[in-house]
């Protein structure tokens, strides 16, 4: 009977005694197990909680994305969604500050109980990762193994619950990345959608203008250094190869010259046209929200990668540069991952090319972006 529900007391809905048993590590209870250990063990058990929101709000965002249509309505919930996983992810860096008040040799007195476990080994950190859409060629490996999954098997070799989270992640459908870029690839450019006639056209007109102008600006700007510094020869070699060198990149990046199949890089080049096209835009009414998603995604990521470079460094303070617990290069593995993995590389890739917008290609049926267009 509904007269008979128990009443609902803080303890009981937030688990405290469960969760406050949780802190021995291997030991029975708590009893001989140091204050740093149980802070140890406190801060990244903290972390596995926070991931459990991050890969909550990643999942409400990709799930509005993989709409055929993607109402307004819904841009909003998105957009605060990889807000919230940018402020989650810093949360969870500051908690390396607690760490550093940890000496070296008071982490040293129970380190060795940890092999070889390693922070590798969390599947909640992959979890996040596939639903990004981290693909397998962009992973930095921990050692030797074939595949990150490796790492994720119990001692006996039998699968742990991490790896079978991990796997179903894999198995359930598109990253957020793949939604996303399915939306922003949709994106009018000059008023012309995918489907519009002579929407190919279009775009290359709209490549085509805007390099034009970027090796204008690039000119100047390169005439302008050589002749307001006092360099060497070799020096001004050095940097006209610079300037031609990031021209050339751009050239390559626009007509996705690195990619074969015709007609993945037909999408691709529309794909890192339309993020082009908004990310010069920001002033048009229509191109407001996706604007303010490419920000949040830059946002989530780079708030990723700021965590994991505060966590190489807190590592390398307490510890150095000694081989890591799990096997892997220790500092040497949490930089890498830091420096080289990238989600959104389209959207990285735009901010380099962006340009003054009093400079920038005029934007052609301006009235298709007002409030008020059909």
Known sequence: MAGDKRPCMYWDYIKIEELLSLQSGQAADETGVSNDEVRFIVVHQIDELWMKLILRELEEARNLFRLDYVPESSLASASAALRRVAQIFELAGNHFKLMETMRTQDYLRFRDKLFPASGFQSGQMREIEILLGLTVDKRVPLGEEESFEAALYEADGSPSKSLERVSKRRAEGPSLKEVVYRWLYRTPIHGSSPSSPGDDGVVTGFVADFLERLEAGQKKRMSDSLESQALTEGDQDRLRGRYEAELVSARKFLEAKEIEDPDKAHRTRRLRAAILFIDSNRQLP?????????????AAEQSMLIFRQRHARMVERVIGRRVGT?????????????????????????RTMLMNPDHAPPVQKAEYYGLNSG
């Open 286 to 298: 229509l191109l407001s929200w996706p604007c303010e998603i490419v920000d949040d995604l830059i």
């Open 326 to 350: 799990g096997g892997s290069a220790g500092v040497e593995y949490l930089d890498r991952t830091a420096l080289e993995l990238r989600v959104f590389e389209e959207i990285w890739a735009t």
